[in-house]
């Protein structure tokens, strides 16, 4: 028994590191036109876009690896089947069950491997990725968050406490706390806007804001040009990362060890940190996931290769996966702006996929 589930486990990891590493392929092409494309306007090293075409290959496996779990499983059994391995095994002894056990235990394992292991290369190559693209593609030197709407910032005039700042930035630099192309606004206390100052860097300060190469217009001075320009704040810089780390930054950057502390940081802030939790949740909820897409596969797969219905019922596995993956997409993203409960969004999907599984597998076995 023990030497059929090490050979039904290996069977399974063989098919899917070569279906891992066909995907793989496939995405670093695509990747790879893309970047020559963007690379054609700027003069950078031809092997900057090999680099930079393979370093978001783990990224883009992220968002289909449970997929890749149900073709591999239904590959796997249909070989089987089709060299009559299955048959024989079954004539053996070993139940439905018995055969469907150790490669959905398998995929549990990789599960648990992917979420501990393969993520953090993940979150790794995705950084060194914004590196190299700040550097090649956008001229920049450092690390930079950059977003089409800007970074928005509010607080209370410290001098006129019945006043209001509205800050914007284009670009935030987090190792030295740095603001680029800063923009503030000051209304008064009816909310009317009195004073505009321009700045081409803002760095915040224990206490104020730091701008340098400043412009300021007011109803008595325009086009005003200073070398530099302090504004008493009472933000705090710890506040103002974690803020825009809530807002603004994807849950992804974060590993499964690092996700508590920042969810109880964020919270101990008071910033809602769901989209944090959701994402925490759906990576502890993906070995469950792994498990039942094999079990489901298990179902389509596992068919003697005479039966004309195979092809049929395997293409319907295939529909039915893809189907179970966007649907889990869709609710995340639902759990995500708070629309649904975290359980609901993220464990309720992965319970939903293995009952069908078991079900399908307790069908196929009794009747």
Known sequence: MNRINYYLAKNFLIRFLQIFCGFSLL???INFMETMSKMSEVDSPFY???????????????????????????????TLSSRSEVTIIRISGFSLWQIVKPVALTSFALGIFWITIFDILSIKMGKEFQ????????NESREALVLKDGIWLKQANVENPDEELVIL????????????????????????????IDAKKAFLKKGSWSLDEVTTNDPTTLNNKLDHVSIPTDLEADFVIKKIVNNLQSAKIFSIFELPGLIQDLAEAGFSPTKFKIYFHSLLAKPLLFSAMSLIACYFSLNHIRNQNTVFLIICGVVLGLVLYI?????????????????????????????????????????
Request: proline share 2%.
């Open 27 to 29: 995405i670093f092409f």
């Open 169 to 196: 930035s284009q670009k935030f630099y987090r190792d030295d706390l740095e603001f680029s192309d800063v923009t503030v606004w000051f209304f008064n206390k009816q909310g009317e806007f009195y004073k505009k």
């Open 48 to 78: 900057i876009s090999i680099l930079l075409a393979f370093l978001q290959i783990p990224d883009f496996l992220n968002d289909v690896v449970s997929s890749l779990v149900l073709i591999a499983t239904i590959v796997t059994f249909f």
């Open 131 to 138: 590196r190299l693209e700040s550097k090649y593609l956008q």
């Open 327 to 367: 649907t889990s997409s869709i609710i995340n993203a639902l759990g995500a702006s708070g629309l649904i409960p975290i359980f609901a969004s993220t464990w309720l999907i992965a319970v939903i996929c293995l009952s069908i599984g078991i079900l399908l597998i307790y069908q196929k076995e009794s009747f």
